[in-house]
């Protein structure tokens, strides 16, 4: 299921119909599931259909006409879920002949289009919403239609499937998926006008009722444009093995971002996305997880305040594992494209209780073995650098409207790094050492994050 | 040294010309600061004609004309040490017959003033921003001008001095100083066209040269567009009782703003201002303010730590002069026009680690009368308190992208508050007692605010 043509002359800003193809098959993909269509099939807690509809919406797109085919009611009661959690409108279409071909199941929304231009893509492609923006900020000729190639051929997954494109001068000259020369890789994405249509009434008078046909034609008469949309992520999964490679990148984007410290990306991430990618698909919510991981932050600090080795070796892997639960609420909002604001607010105050509980207990424990303030004090002086490390590039945010770059100050103070090495120190039967040390680091790095603020806040006049 | 005339035609976002009168002697002001001419008269330590500039340039005007007459060399050299510490750009010109009138001195500058509109003002009229914007909002007629009037005539200084005018549907129709019947007060702040000297040079033929007089001759034509500023604090400062009050103003602003807390409204801010309005004549910068007020609380915290009555007693005055003394960097800057967001980072920063200093030492000298863990855990978490209730309304900013309300949990919250809690404590001889207090109520705010982020952060998707 994979074919095209696009649209011309849009405003960049024009927030289109999309057409979402949903009418095949996928006998590639039978059995899996439980024979479930393709559009339905799950993966990582969120179907096919479903996020092709996230990453449009994330692109600005609000409204939606999939054209049904293969088990019509089971698709059409799906998507219409989709459109009530994610509150976009979604139209449908039958294509009585889809079994001919997408050419001939994107015909049957002909007459229901009423603009003039619509974004058109497939219901079993993994796309980005930046893919989505690059292609809507490109202008198609009038008569012709635009599409999303992908130059970095070395990157193209299962190069034998994919359908392949000729470009001469940013224009597709020749498309087919058995080309021996060719340029770019058919992501599957168009940006159309109706122009699409005619080519494809064309091509059906020719017995050709593939969407790479009556792509064909327009190709021909130079009216398709490609739009470079190469370093992005998109794969057509249509096979299991096409699956499991969606799955990894959807698992592998979770790390991504560059605001991960030293430890969350050797030790944490690996971990966390594993379990993330298990509770996915279970009615576990972010939010809770948020808190179970609180809670057994909780539990450890109560460990790690009884002194006894045993009991302060289970408490500081305790603190370590709820560290690394603590990734799975992020990680598990992202997949399911639920990330709210409220969720992130309740994570980043409970982090800082759990700090305070986590040095509070390592103190009062290391107090009662040694007798004097001096405990007490160290204790004091490293949770207050484990909360102003935090502070200080919040606050850095609010003065220069910009998020504090990911440099090795705000590696090292944190969280992922601090708690492993109050772990490490249970381990050792050291815990008291390690939070010290964890203080230390957080001091020196508040007082870098300091410098860098001062120097980057020039002196601004404020307005009355 | 007051007068009218304004123009037309104007987009709301042009950045027009400022010409600035700065010719007259001002003799009613004369004697006063060793008889220097009035625009360089300092006022809580900047002149007259810093305020004017600086308020011209946060209104968004860059280029300024200053036309001179009086003492045209010191006046100058005066203007022109302030384009350079404002960065702005000032020509001159001066007014040969400038004792003729202030008319005299505008005409002036007619071969100067090189594009069709320009903003009108004295060098001696006290004057905000926002009163600025408003008339720069206005859009004149092509053949006339603007004048910002003010229609609260019970607020109007000096009444008896003001030049008045009579309205008639938003336009001026008489103006003057001896008006029985009037409307509203002339403002001294024009936005003119080139219409203004044509009018200045009818009224010359009849030996009228004040630029009432020009305005006047437009008023009669229906050409003056009345633009109302009513509620804009301004002044001019033409007595000494004027002058007074000018200063008055000056100070009762800066404990404008809603962001004070309660102790800071009804007890720090009326010391702190006074002592501002001392320190802001000298060379004293905010950040050594700033700097001042953090070794204070440093020396405070060390007598609080000693445990001793009388010791104690001094640490806890000398932390409250330190958390009254900190509000004056913030205000020398605003009296000074050279607020910055390096001083106002350094200062958030070491504020924090005041608060840390006091919290350990008052846990320090009660934990030492008193054996046991009880007394650090008590202090460990106060002085917890105490960060997370600044961290919390932080991290609000960061998520809901608006400051944090000035509410009840942000008011009982405050520094100023605690700290007051604290000093009162150590004359009462409860120094820890009080400190527990505080964190006890920081512990609330900050539920507070966790509850009002949460209700108003709705489940918002973010992009991929």
Redesign the interface.
Known sequence: MRSLVAAPDVSPDARPLAVILAAGEGSRLAGHQDGAPKPVLSLLGLSLAERTI??C???GIERFLVVLGHRVDQVRAHYQEIAARRQCQVEFVTADDWKLGNGASLLAAADTVAGETFLLTMSDHLI???LIKKILRSRPREDGICLAVDRDKTGVFDVDDVTKVVLSDNRVVRIGKSLEQWDAADTGVFFCTRALFEALRQARTQERHSLTDGVSELATAGQVKAVDVSGESWIDVDTPKAFREARRRLLT?LTKGGEDGYVSVRLNRPISTRISARLVSTEITPNQITVISFLISLLGAGLLSVGQYAVVLVGGLLVQLASVIDGCDGEIA?LK??????G???D??LD?YAD?AVA?AV??AF??AHAG?LP??V???A??GF??A???T???????RRPYPNDIFNRLKRRDLRILLICLGAVVGRPFEALALAGLLSHVC?VGV?IK??K?????????
Chains 1, 2 share one sequence.
């Not at 919040?394 to 220069?400: G, L, Y």
């Not at 980057?456 to 009355?464: D, H, L, M, N, Y």
């Open positions: 996230t990453s919406i994330a692109a980005t919403p930046s984007n992202r494209h639920m990330s709210s604001a409220r992130a607010w309740l980043t105050v800082r305070m509070l103190t009062y107090a009662t303030p007490w004090i204790g004091f002086l949770a207050f909360i102003m935090s502070y200080v919040k606050e850095f945010v609010i003065r220069t508040v300091l603020g001062w980057r806040g020039g002196i601004r006049q404020r307005t009355a």
